[in-house]
């Protein structure tokens, strides 16, 4: 596609119960990165794919946290068991290093409210 | 590790003022820099990349410097207008890694 597709745009769900987050990258993008956004707050680093290597799962905050990425194809993050603290917008990005330009283009992000 | 900083937080002009916004980074090992435009309840969108052997990057009303030297990089908004209202980011990839982002600086231009 054109740019990063994010779906679903907006999401409840109820405390306690599993949600699956999708990324569609921009075609050809080897990198792909998740980050969360809290209201009023700075953009916080969840997850970084990049190709075939192992992600750096560093920002994860719990092991409720889990992201898969096959190849340079769609990403999922899931968070198991939700909390109302996991309530943000959560942002995904991808960019390619092409011609050694390296420029990430985001999503619209995912509005998870957890009631 | 690289740590961001954006100064100001904030910053409110009058319409027509030219805007100037910071951004300084610890390690000058950097890959580019990046400077996005974030609006109220939306996504980033990428405003200027410049390349870590480039000074100076142009886009319209916008011009970015950067100094690998002294770990500074400057956004400059010419004639600025209320529609430029936002808070402005500015992110830093190593050759691999996650992009490492200052707080931003959020922008209004008054009427």
């Known amino acids: 596609g054109a740019g990063v597709s994010q779906s679903p745009s907006n999401k409840v769900t109820e405390k306690g119960k599993d949600v699956e987050l999708r990324c569609d990258p921009i075609?050809?993008?080897?990198?792909l990165y998740w980050y969360r956004q809290r209201l009023g707050q700075g953009l916080e680093f969840l997850i970084y794919f990049q190709g075939n290597s192992a992600p750096d799962k560093s920002g994860l905050p719990s092991d409720r946290f889990s992201a898969e990425r096959t190849g340079e194809s769609v990403s999922t993050l899931t968070i198991q068991r939700t909390q109302q603290e996991d309530s943000a917008v959560y942002l995904c990005a991808s960019s390619s290093r092409t011609g050694g330009i390296s420029e990430a283009f985001f999503g619209q992000g995912t509005r998870l409210t957890v009631v | 590790k690289q740590e961001v900083t954006q100064i100001p937080a904030a910053l409110s002009v009058p319409e027509g003022e030219n805007l100037v916004l910071n951004c300084s980074f610890t390690d000058s090992a950097i890959y580019n820099l990046q400077w996005f435009r974030q609006d109220p309840g939306k996504g980033l969108t990428s405003l200027l990349l410049?390349?870590?052997?480039?000074r100076e990057q142009t886009s319209g009303r916008l011009n970015a410097s950067l100094d690998k030297s002294s770990g500074r990089s400057t956004l400059y908004i010419a004639a600025s207008q209320p529609g430029d209202s936002a808070t402005y980011l500015c992110?830093?990839?190593?050759?691999?890694?996650?992009?490492?982002f200052g707080a931003g600086t959020q922008v209004v231009v008054t009427p």
């Open positions: 075609s050809g993008h080897t990198a």
């Open positions: 992110a830093v990839p190593p050759s691999w890694g996650k992009l490492q």
């Open positions: 410049i390349q870590s052997s480039q």
